[in-house]
Nanobody, 130 residues
């Protein structure tokens, strides 16, 4: 039903910036929540940020607050993640995810849970290193 494709990853120095994109095919429901997750080598997949597709309300993980900014272009069916002040610990594969019926009224736990998202992209590698 929905396909997500991430792009924009690469190698960046500590303190640098990078912008990731997630292009979605298929219809994104107004009730949808979309999110970014990441997974570093040897670690579990980690919640980064979630955004309500229609309202634009956001929920950021503590490790990225003040550094990362999520946005979306509804007309283009595209989700973005602007990453600033990057640290080596940000190195991971970044995944875009979508949940069609996880809208307003959902709990923080629901928005941050991997199992809440039926649709996932293939991921894009972000490496922060000198």
């Amino acid at each position: 039903q929905v396909q997500l494709v991430e792009s924009g990853g690469g190698l960046v120095q500590p303190g640098g910036s990078l912008r990731l994109s997630c292009a979605a095919s298929g219809h994104i429901f107004s009730s949808a929540t979309m999110g970014w997750f990441r997974q570093a080598p040897g670690k579990e997949r980690e919640f980064v940020v979630a955004i309500n597709w229609s309202a634009g309300s956001t929920d950021y993980g503590d490790s990225v607050k003040g550094r990362f900014t999520v946005s979306r272009d509804n007309a283009k069916n595209t989700l973005y993640l602007q990453m600033n002040s990057l640290k080596p610990e940000d190195t991971a594969v970044y995944y875009c995810a979508a949940a069609m019926f996880l809208g307003l009224g959902s709990t923080d736990y629901q928005r941050r849970r991997i199992g809440s998202y039926p649709y996932w992209g293939q991921g894009t590698q972000v490496t922060v290193s000198s």
